[in-house]
């Protein structure tokens, strides 16, 4: 493959490429080889609505806008972007600021927390994913903050499980008052589909409010559909202070985040904040992200009872599967993390899965499946064969 060879000679890469792409369509992806896969990473959680889905690509097609917008000056589409997104959020997240991807939406949500706290110290989830800046990076997993330490000095790792324990080590935290933000996803891709209990986020958003800390939900991964509702917040009986944005807000095709927030915070931002970001809303991506918002609420019913049925599908099939190591099945909607407790046996599994045509995501000890929110029940049916077969 000479693409690789280059890549592995000029390209920075800490992976080893599983497949060199070619093109891909609908819940499929072809190599260079032309061999065509089953496409259960769909991008991690980019590809919500399928590759290539006509209704997100006729925007790109049809976009007769400026090639550039300058961020100080206006362009209505970000109005009616922001617009759309104020009326799908929970809550009275009304505010949105423009960023190029999910790791800036963060940023946005941690700079904001800061200035309209006043306060310094963050608290997370141990072994999070919030983006690959310095910042996102120091707030997360803690063996990547040991790297980043001296950049944001307060940060709290609270263990999972999610429990009573848990609720009790966050409420010591906030007590203290010094705490601007608790941010976590509301359903943890990166902890291989954790899914808390509804009472666990009750209480965790009364404690915020007790102690006037910010409850940040981290949606770039989980939001725009993969849990079978438009945010995973939704699932629990919580309004965020701020809800990061990214992946699939892009319909697959274009790049884009966005932070949304309440007028009071978005105002304290407004006023102290650093908000500059050249590419953040690139008039494509914006025509592409409007386009993806319209054909979310347009098709919500259709895509939505897709997402519970193979759900339960996947379910059924996925617990009465015969495992070579005992595996926990973590499901929500299409969100979907097998956990066998062991890397090696998760690689070994995914590559089996690769060579059979069904492309997986390997994570840790486990592997997520992360399919188009509008699979087809016979792809479905073929990909969980493969999956059965190589386990
Ligand atoms: C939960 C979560 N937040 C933030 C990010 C960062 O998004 P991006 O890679 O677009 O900067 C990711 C990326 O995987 C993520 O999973």
């Not at 007590?175 to 941010?183: E, G, L, P, T, Y």
């Not at 407004?270 to 979310?296: C, K, M, Q």
């Not at 049925?309 to 617990?319: G, I, P, Q, V």
């Amino acid at each position: 493959m000479a693409g690789t060879r280059l890549e592995t000679k000029y390209l920075g890469s800490s992976e080893t490429p599983e497949l060199q792409l070619s093109r891909a369509q609908g819940s499929f992806v072809f190599d260079t080889a032309g061999r065509k896969y089953i496409d259960f990473v769909m991008g991690w959680c980019v590809g919500n609505f399928g590759w290539g889905n006509p209704e997100i690509v006729r925007a790109v097609q049809r976009f007769a806008g400026p090639d550039y917008a300058y961020p100080e000056w206006s362009y209505a589409p970000w109005g009616e972007l922001a617009r759309l997104l104020a009326s799908i959020a929970p809550g009275k997240l009304t505010k949105s600021f423009r960023a190029t991807g999910g790791s800036e939406a963060v940023e946005l949500a941690l700079q904001a927390a800061l200035v309209h706290t006043g306060r310094r110290a963050f608290v997370a989830l141990e072994g999070s994913y919030h983006g690959n800046t310095l910042g996102t990076l120091s707030i997360a997993d803690s063996e990547n903050r040991k790297k980043y330490e001296n950049l944001l000095p307060f940060c709290h790792k609270i263990d999972t499980p999610l429990d009573e324990k848990a609720l009790d080590k966050i409420e010591t935290r906030l007590k203290r008052r010094d705490v601007a933000a608790f941010i976590m996803e509301p359903v943890s891709m990166n902890l291989g589909v954790l899914i808390p209990d509804a009472l666990f986020m009750t209480q965790l958003q009364k404690l915020c409010r007790r102690y006037g800390t910010l409850l940040v939900m981290d949606e770039v991964a989980c939001g725009f559909g993969r849990t079978g509702k438009i945010f995973a917040s939704e699932h629990f009986d919580i309004e965020p202070d701020i809800m990061c944005l990214g992946k699939a807000i892009g319909g697959g095709v274009l790049g884009l985040g966005a932070m949304i927030t309440t007028e009071a915070v978005g105002q304290s931002l407004e006023e102290d904040g650093s908000l500059w970001s050249t590419f953040g809303w690139h008039p494509r991506s914006v025509d592409v992200a409007i386009a993806t918002v319209r054909y979310v609420t347009r098709h919500q019913k259709k895509l939505f009872d897709n997402v519970a049925r193979m759900s339960d599908y996947f379910r059924a099939r996925l617990s009465q599967m015969e495992y070579e190591n005992p595996a926990s099945i973590n499901i929500l909607g299409l969100a979907i993390g097998v956990d066998f407790d062991d890397e090696d046996y998760a690689n070994k599994v995914a590559a089996r899965c690769r060579r059979k045509g069904l492309v997986v995501a390997p994570q840790d000890t486990g592997i997520l499946l992360i399919p188009a929110l509008n699979i087809e029940y016979e792809v479905a049916e073929k990909a969980l064969d493969i999956f059965e077969d190589s386990i």
